[in-house]
């Protein structure tokens, strides 16, 4: 693993299943991030996590959760999933105060 | 709160100089980014100001006021490839964010470097 990654790179999902997006990082990085972005909206901000065993939440948090076990994984979770959950969504890391890596993105589309 | 104004397009032509304008009111402000994204990429790092003034980094160059709330992205000598949306992100002190490192993204300005 070089950098941060996503896994799925796309999903297509029912309406009221459960899903996990994953993101690692093997950076070390403290700080990691979710975003979904969606066309004309720009990056809205998910949920955060400062450092392991820690999270927050961002400006769109309702309908996700996240977990922070460890520093390297971060994962998004759709307890049930709703059609105005689709969107590209993007982990982040960084290693404070200074500039955000991005993975490459999940494309999900729920139906 | 949180406000970020930016261009949603522009055009260019291959060779020539643009500048992206961005002003942005954001609490707790403590410096600002710019992304490069092409489409169905992820975003990626371009430049950091937190004082200001003009940061040069090759054909790129980023100019931060502070007092101003204003920004901008000078790219020079445009390639085709520079063909991509340019997210202006002012980044918000964890005291207000919640967040390390926490940034506010625009909607970005689509550009198109024409032949």
């Known amino acids: 693993i070089a950098g941060i990654t996503q896994a799925p790179t796309s999903q297509i999902l029912a309406a009221g299943r459960r899903m996990t997006l994953r993101c690692t990082q093997d950076m070390r990085h403290n700080a990691m991030y979710w975003y979904r972005q969606d066309l004309g909206l720009g990056l809205r901000l998910i949920h955060y996590s400062n450092t392991a065993g820690t999270t927050g939440k961002g400006e769109v948090p309702d309908g996700y959760s996240v977990s922070r076990a460890n520093t390297d994984d971060f994962p998004l979770t759709l307890a049930s999933a709703v059609p105005s959950q689709t969107s590209v969504y993007f982990c982040?890391?960084?290693?404070?105060?200074?500039?955000?890596?991005f993975g490459p993105g999940t494309r999900l589309t729920v139906l | 709160g949180q406000n970020i104004d930016q261009p949603t397009e522009m055009t260019a032509t291959e060779g020539a100089i643009v500048q992206i304008n961005c002003t942005y009111q954001t609490s707790g402000f403590n410096g600002l980014f710019w992304y490069q994204q092409h489409a169905g990429e992820a975003p990626t790092f371009l430049s950091y100001n937190v004082l200001d003034g003009l940061e040069e980094k090759g054909r790129f160059s980023s100019f931060l006021s502070r007092s101003k709330g204003y920004s901008y992205l000078l790219l020079k000598e445009l390639q085709m490839k520079d063909s991509a949306s340019y997210l202006c992100a002012p980044s918000q002190d964890m005291n207000y964010g919640g967040a390390t490192n926490k940034l506010i993204f625009g909607t970005g300005t689509l550009l198109a470097v024409q032949p």
């Open positions: 982040a890391s960084s290693p404070n105060r200074v500039e955000q890596f």
